[in-house]
């Protein structure tokens, strides 16, 4: 029962560091050349229309997803920069820039991140759609190209993950990956955030982004049932007009797996998505772990204090 009062808190894996975001912060801490951990510290802005719309089954998910490359971004950003960075030099580059200067890199890196999610997701929907119309004299009928067509984005997405995670940095972050799962894993089961505990916890995670994009794949399938293959140019518009919906349901999807998680019977819901988080997250070394738990016990203390302040305002 102490599990469901919990809040819950999501996170991110970036350049040697964690990024961990709640209902007011968001905070990334990187381990610096010098071995010093530094934070970034990120309040999350309210607007009252993403609020509504984030309420609403099917569209929350795309308003989730589309927040969360925005703000993703900046942290990737905070942690790309600062690691490599010389702890003697800081004072030049800090002097070099100006406040206004910082607000238009935030928000330029914000909109690079969200087009950078749609151009990756556009091409992994187009990619396999021309690959199985090429092999149409062998699979002709729809039912058989749109399970050819899912089979090689699943062969695509999973190519993509294992040479990519084979480069030195990837693997790193991968198990930064690693270090996220087992912290939220950790305080989601009541445990102290301690390097031991959190390392015996497991690196997966039923509400990983990783098992939102296989979902997006067996999800396509099904409703890509409802549309016609033919001809080719209307099978690309409305998988194109069908990214939209397919995100949608996957998030509903990820959502009802992770409220299934404990029910032994229905548990196996969210196995195949765990499975690929074999693939994107790491056995991560305590160093690592301690960086994990530092941000997000930051991250506690920050929220903690606003509720406090509220609490008094009152």
Same mark, same amino acid.
Request: glycine residues 6%; positive net charge.
């Given at each position: 029962m102490k599990n469901i009062t919990k809040p819950v808190y999501g996170g991110q894996a970036v350049v040697e560091g964690v990024m961990f975001a709640g209902k007011i912060y968001s905070v990334t801490a990187i381990r610096r050349k010098d071995h010093s951990i530094e934070y970034f510290r990120l309040p999350r802005q309210t607007n009252p229309t993403v609020a509504f719309l984030k309420k609403i089954p099917f569209i929350r998910g795309i308003v989730a997803i589309i927040e969360a490359s925005a703000n993703g971004a900046k942290h990737l950003q905070f942690a790309s920069e600062r690691y490599e960075l010389d702890p003697n030099e800081e004072q030049a580059l800090q002097k070099t820039k100006t406040d206004s200067s910082k607000l238009s890199l935030v928000l330029g890196v914000a909109v690079i991140g969200v087009l950078s999610f749609l151009f990756a997701k556009t091409i992994f929907t187009l990619v396999p759609v021309f690959l199985a119309a090429s092999l149409k004299p062998l699979f002709p009928t729809k039912m058989a190209q749109i399970f050819v067509e899912g089979a090689f984005k699943l062969a695509l997405l999973l190519a993509y993950i294992y040479f990519i995670s084979l480069t030195p940095l990837i693997k790193r972050v991968f198990q930064y990956h690693g270090a996220e799962h087992k912290v939220i894993n950790a305080f989601e089961?009541?445990? =102290?955030?301690?390097?031991?505990?959190?390392?015996?916890?497991? *690196? #997966?995670?039923?509400?990983?982004?990783?098992?939102? %994009?296989? +979902?997006?794949?067996?999800?396509?399938?099904?409703?890509?049932?409802?549309? =016609?293959?033919?001809?080719?140019?209307?099978?690309?518009?409305? *998988? #194109?007009?069908?990214?939209?919906?397919?995100?949608? %349901?996957? +998030?509903?999807?990820?959502?009802?797996?992770?409220?299934?998680?404990?029910? =032994?019977?229905?548990?196996?819901?969210?196995?195949?998505?765990?499975?690929l988080q074999l693939l994107t997250t790491k056995e991560p070394t305590d160093d690592q772990v301690e960086v994990a738990i530092a941000s997000f016990q930051e991250l506690l203390r920050l929220e903690k204090n606003v509720e406090t302040e509220t609490k008094a305002v009152q």
């Open positions: 089961a009541g445990l =102290p955030l301690t390097v031991e505990n959190v390392q015996r916890s497991s *690196r #997966l995670h039923y509400r990983c982004g990783s098992s939102f %994009i296989l +979902f997006t794949v067996i999800v396509g399938i099904f409703v890509y049932m409802f549309v =016609p293959t033919d001809p080719l140019w209307l099978r690309v518009v409305n *998988r #194109l007009a069908l990214i939209p919906v397919v995100l949608g %349901i996957s +998030f509903e999807v990820l959502q009802f797996t992770n409220k299934l998680r404990n029910i =032994p019977v229905l548990r196996w819901l969210g196995y195949p998505g765990l499975w």
